[in-house]
């Protein structure tokens, strides 16, 4: 399906979709309106979108959850848990449709993957991708300008090891891309500016503990900082975060016996960007510096301490799995309502075979009537292998 635009309403169209800055919206509408005036929204928001099954099966959870039969993904939720898991190699391919309600060729695509270079130490690479789809442009006077693409991606590395026998840590480092239009955009004032695509580049670090006993219940904790980077522009005057988030997770492992294990997570999320303010005039105010803006985004709310706890949002998530070949997933995603309002359930489901392959779904239930996340579907491809032993020369 092709889109019409014009360039003067691509921007807010595009940056509102992929919960992008205020402060490149209010290019072409100025003030910001509404409850969008103190939700901090960072462009190239799909940095932080969940890209596989299992913790979209967990209410978008997955900072702490465990690591020991693979998961590449890993890169994404923390590389810290890497060292622990219990291949050697894996390979994991996502794919999620966006916005179905809304549109039908808008989507994420995830695929990564990690190899151990020794007992202790592993590196991976993957790449996150988001196809907003094709639209076609016009000017405001209606003239047909062409057709265009607009996707954003990053190419991470990753490379992380352990510091103890129950503690890990990773880093990944990107390149970001972003191209949500072209041509020029025309603000509410009159002026206009040409679009340019954003590349720039950011780090995550993730720390992973396990107790690791031989206790029916074990307990993981993680910390996780992604997308650490200076400020973007599209071309504008104004120049913009992009997704610092800070994550942090709880999971607790029951291995019932030894054809049946229950895990409960919990992450919490926050977003490491200022919350918007404006000034007597409507005109909105923003750090000088991008690392202003990450340290004080933990104190940056007009409403003070309470509002700050406001953007902190809430995973809760549950897996069930028996006899390592089945299963069956559960969450809750919370976002308070005036810090943009998600709400909604998840269920998943998840099947290996040969305890090498894997295929998992995952499906949202908004809370609420309208959603434009409703009906949302990922689905996971994996595979995770122990290197080949080594045949002693006769």
Do not use: C
């Not at 462009?43 to 959870?61: N, Y």
């Not at 020991?68 to 060292?83: E, H, R, T, V, Y």
């Not at 179905?100 to 190899?115: H, T, W």
């Not at 400020?231 to 997770?249: C, D, H, M, Q």
């Amino acid at each position: 399906m092709i889109r019409k635009v014009t360039n003067a309403l691509r921007a807010s169209l595009m940056l509102g979709l992929t919960m992008s800055a205020a402060s490149v919206v209010a290019q072409t509408q100025t003030p910001v309106q509404g409850s969008l005036k103190s939700v901090p929204s960072p462009v190239i928001g799909s940095l932080i979108f969940t890209p596989d099954a299992r913790s979209a099966g967990m209410g978008d959870a997955g900072v702490a959850i465990s690591t020991a039969d693979g998961d590449a993904n890993a890169i994404f939720w923390n590389p810290g848990k890497l060292p622990f898991s219990g291949k050697d190699m894996g390979v994991s391919l996502s794919y999620t449709p966006w916005l179905r309600q809304l549109v039908n060729d808008m989507a994420l695509l995830n695929g990564s993957f990690y190899k151990k270079i020794k007992n202790d130490q592993v590196i991976g690479a993957s790449i996150h991708y988001f196809d907003m789809g094709l639209f076609q442009q016009t000017d405001n006077n209606g003239n047909n300008l062409g057709n265009f693409n607009s996707k954003e991606y990053a190419i991470n590395l990753s490379y992380s090891r352990k510091l103890s026998e129950k503690l890990g840590l990773g880093v990944n480092l990107k390149y970001i891309n972003s191209t949500l239009f072209s041509g020029v955009v025309t603000n509410s004032s009159g002026g206009s500016f040409t679009a340019q695509p954003v590349n720039t580049v950011a780090a995550d670090i993730g720390i992973f503990h396990t107790s690791k006993s031989d206790k029916p219940w074990n307990y993981n904790w993680g910390v996780m900082i992604q997308n650490i980077s200076g400020r973007v522009s599209y071309g504008g005057n104004e120049s913009n975060f992009i997704p610092t988030n800070l994550k942090a997770g709880f999971a607790a492992i029951n291995s019932i016996d030894e054809h049946n294990k229950l895990t409960l997570t919990a992450d919490i999320n926050k977003l490491m960007v200022p919350t918007p303010t404006y000034d007597a005039n409507g005109n909105l105010k923003l750090p000088s510096t991008a690392i202003g803006g990450i340290l004080g985004s933990f104190g940056d709310a007009p409403g003070g301490f309470s509002e700050e706890l406001k953007e902190v949002a809430v995973s809760l998530g549950a897996e069930y799995l028996y006899n390592d070949m089945f299963a069956g997933r559960a969450g809750y995603y919370f976002e308070n309502g005036t810090k943009g309002g998600r709400k909604y359930a998840t269920v998943g489901v998840g099947i290996k075979l040969e305890k090498k392959y894997g295929l998992d779904f995952a499906y949202l239930i908004p809370t609420a009537s309208g959603s434009p996340l409703a009906q949302t579907l990922r689905i996971s491809l994996h595979a995770n292998f122990n290197s080949a032993p080594k045949v002693a020369a006769n």
